[in-house]
């Protein structure tokens, strides 16, 4: 979990996410093809904060979002 600290102020992170893709694939040639995919992703992110040793303040936000992707594959087997 990535943390930082400055001052006495020590500030902490955890974040998680899982998507749902569906994938389209186009050859090019017989060892290369173009690819594309898109879906939905839902995350969440959870801050803690604690500024000289006072009790934590928490902070939460969620939500879900369209991903997307592009790419290129080489198939050299």
């Not at 600290?5 to 060892?31: C, R």
């Not at 803690?48 to 936000?61: C, D, E, I, Q, R």
Request: charged content about 20%.
């Amino acid at each position: 979990n990535p943390s930082e600290s400055l001052f006495g102020i020590e500030t902490k992170y955890e974040a998680w996410a899982v998507a749902v893709w569906a994938k389209g694939l186009w050859p090019v040639t017989q060892k290369t093809e173009l690819f594309g995919k898109a879906g939905l992703a839902y995350w969440e992110v959870d801050k803690t904060t604690t500024v000289f040793g006072s009790p934590p303040s928490k902070m939460s936000l969620d939500g879900s979002d369209f991903a997307w992707g592009l790419g290129f594959t080489f198939n050299h087997w």
